[in-house]
């Protein structure tokens, strides 16, 4: 009976682990960012994220999101650990003191299949993803 409950244990440890492999640099691709926009457009009031996901890509369009003024180009960083996707988007220069408002357009593709959070800048706020490749 010690050897069943034992052997049980084991195996319960063997079916809880996770077959999702973590990857350092999923890479990112930015399709469009925009100069600081005219405080008065109203076309989004606030601060809009909209997200797709397509096969093992997940797109994501920012609006209105402050960035730094002298900023002249935008990159991403992302990674997955655990079933966290962490995205980092990386001004060209924060040397203003200042912010504006613009627009950010990226994508991030081969993802593994899964379920995933997905956090952006370290925010708390986080976007649920299913990926079925």
């Known amino acids: 009976m010690k050897k069943l409950l034992i052997l049980l244990v084991i195996g319960l440890f063997f ?21 600081c926009k005219n405080t008065t457009d109203t076309k989004f009031i606030g601060d809009s994220l909209i997200y797709n996901v397509s096969g093992d890509t997940l797109f ?9 003024c002298c ?7 992302s990674n997955i650990k655990d079933n966290f996707i962490n995205i980092t988007e ?36 986080t976007l649920n993803i299913n990926i079925n490749k």
């Open 90 to 125: 990386i001004e060209s220069s924060t040397l203003c003191n200042c912010l504006c408002k613009r627009d950010l357009f990226y994508f991030i593709k081969d993802i593994p299949k899964g379920q995933y959070k997905v956090i952006i800048n370290h925010d708390i706020d």
């Open 60 to 68: 994501i369009k920012k609006y209105n999101t402050f960035y730094n």
């Open 15 to 35: 079916l809880s682990c996770d077959d999702k492999e973590d990857k350092d640099d999923l890479g990112g691709n930015v399709t469009f960012y925009s100069t």
């Open 71 to 77: 900023a002249d180009s935008i990159t991403i960083s």
